[in-house]
């Protein structure tokens, strides 16, 4: 096989968490681009099933909670029963839980809530969903773990940034939950993929840098600042970097932290 068809996943069954969000919907779109049938993965049904009826490929659009045990197994079980077969877990989905106000309040005035039903989601349903897709992986004797991470999730928030800054219209910051939750699942992508690798099964790590979503421009100009590249990330330039880390083109690239950043960790 030559270098650009080890890009493909031409058969291959990826199910993607998360897949009805801001990188998701492209990551999805990548996937089946690619050749793989896809399970788009989502809180909202609906959503889920409309986005993978768009697809090119045969994939189709489950429910589930990723917080909730029985309905990750059931949610994996139903995948793995509807196709066969699955090879590439994207571990992508994130919380910013249902109050935006309650997930920006200040570090100081935090509540313990909060910082619980965001990592419900973004490390123990990282951690559930690999458990249960991982040990059929680890069964079949292949398949490739990506988990989405952030940069915050490598180095702390330059605040400066957001004096001034808003999303959605309201205050903007960076809250400690999501920086620790963040590196959790860097942390949680290492553990896996030394404990699967004899079992054929690689983990490794997406850590994209800001993608524009509703910011203002106060945000984006700051942010562009600090970027050696002076600028924020578009959405379709993650998906190459996933199809690198779901396909055989790195099949000896394990336990790594690939960030695509425009070089924002490299100061």
């Known amino acids: 096989m030559d270098a650009l068809q080890r890009f493909r996943l031409d058969g291959k069954v990826a199910l993607l968490t998360g897949g009805c969000g801001i990188l998701g919907r492209h990551f999805a779109q990548g996937l089946a681009a690619a050749g793989a049938h896809v399970a788009v993965v989502d809180v909202d049904a609906a959503a889920a099933q409309a986005l993978a009826a768009q697809l090119p490929t045969r994939s ?3 429910a589930c909670d990723v917080a909730d045990a029985e309905a990750v197994e ?3 079980q139903a995948v793995v029963d509807h196709f066969g077969r699955l090879d590439v877990l994207h571990n992508n989905a994130a919380s910013k839980s249902r109050d935006l106000h309650a997930f920006f309040a200040p570090f100081e005035e935090y509540s313990l ?3 619980r039903e965001v990592m419900s989601v973004n490390i123990d349903g990282m951690f559930l969903m690999a458990q249960a897709a991982g040990k059929r992986m680890a069964a079949a004797g292949s398949g490739s773990i990506i988990q989405t991470s952030s940069i915050y999730g490598l180095v702390g928030p330059d605040n400066r940034i957001y004096e001034g800054s ?7 910051n960076t809250p400690a939950v999501y920086a620790a939750s963040k590196a959790a699942v860097i942390g949680l992508t290492k553990w896996l993929a030394t404990y699967w690798a004899a079992r054929g099964v690689r983990a490794n ?3 994209p840098g ?7 421009s106060t945000f984006s100009e700051r942010y562009a600042e600090r970027v050696p590249m002076g600028r924020m990330a578009r959405a379709d ?3 190459p970097a996933l ?5 055989d083109a790195s099949s000896y690239v394990n336990g790594q932290v690939l960030a695509i950043d425009g070089g924002w960790t490299a100061w």
């Open 166 to 172: 808003e999303y959605l219209g309201g205050p903007i």
């Open 60 to 62: 189709i659009g489950f």
């Open 210 to 216: 800001g993608v524009s979503s509703g910011q203002n």
């Open 74 to 76: 059931r949610c994996v």
């Open 205 to 207: 790590c997406l850590v």
């Open 243 to 247: 199809l690198y880390l779901a396909s």
């Open 237 to 239: 330039e993650l998906v």
């Open 113 to 115: 809530a909060t910082w």
